[in-house]
């Protein structure tokens, strides 16, 4: 099982950035998939999420400037970051799981965002 994340970088405050993270070896439809985030020091935590059928929830902190979505024919989760602040800056991990059953990580892609 692989998921690698990609699309991470430096971006100045008010820009964009968009992560992909491609999986294989799993029959990814079947799997909720997330996106989370850890800075320095600080705990990790959820981004956002969404289900096999695209039901999708986002951290309050995110929400109305980060948009998750999945192409299931391609395997791959999206996370569309507009809006971005400096307090975004950390290293941004994937994740898949069905409940109850198994989870996995990605590797993590940083993202920094400066003024």
């Known amino acids: 099982v692989q998921l690698q994340a990609s699309g991470g970088g430096l971006v100045q405050a008010g820009g964009s950035l968009r992560l992909s993270c491609a999986s294989s070896?799993?029959?990814?439809?079947?799997?909720?998939m997330a996106w989370c985030r850890q800075a320095p020091g600080k705990q990790r935590e959820l981004v956002a999420a969404i289900t096999g059928d695209g039901s999708t929830n986002y951290a309050d902190s995110v929400q109305g400037r980060f948009t998750i979505s999945r192409d299931n024919a391609k395997s791959t989760v999206f996370l569309q970051m507009n809006s971005m602040k400096p307090e975004d800056t950390a290293v941004y991990f994937c994740?898949?799981?069905?409940?109850?059953?198994?989870?996995?990580w990605g590797q993590g892609t940083q993202v920094t965002v400066f003024q």
């Open positions: 994740a898949g799981w069905i409940p109850s059953v198994t989870k996995y």
């Open positions: 070896g799993i029959i990814f439809r079947l799997y909720n």
